[in-house]
Nanobody
């Protein structure tokens, strides 16, 4: 079965860190471009980061220097390490395989005191 399953979200205080995971099945992440998106409350889904098959990564400006996208080819997983979290990072985070518009179900990240 071809699917993506995100995990690792939760409640964190400002300045804290979370590491999101995306488990892929039915295809190889190392052979694909993989994205992370997020949807803040009441807003449209927005792109966060991309990891190309050659492991080059790109980020939206608001997360540069704070977030890191990576993958583990042996586990067929993609990660999003998020540091220095701020209130504006509160969102549902989604993993995506753009070549087939495959999305996971999302994982909630809430940054709050």
């Amino acid at each position: 079965q071809v699917q993506l399953v995100e995990s690792g979200g939760g409640l964190v205080q400002p300045g804290g860190s979370l590491n999101l995971s995306c488990a892929a099945s039915g295809f190889s992440v190392k052979e694909n471009v993989m994205n992370w998106y997020r949807q803040p409350p009441g807003r449209r889904r927005e792109w966060v980061a991309t990891l190309f098959s050659n492991q080059i990564a790109t980020y939206t400006n608001s997360v540069k220097g704070r977030f890191t996208i990576s993958r583990d080819d042996t586990k067929n997983m993609v990660y999003l390490q998020m540091n220095s979290l701020d209130f504006e990072d509160t969102a549902v985070y989604y993993c995506q395989r753009p070549s087939t518009q495959l999305w996971g179900q999302g994982t909630q990240v809430t940054v709050s005191l």
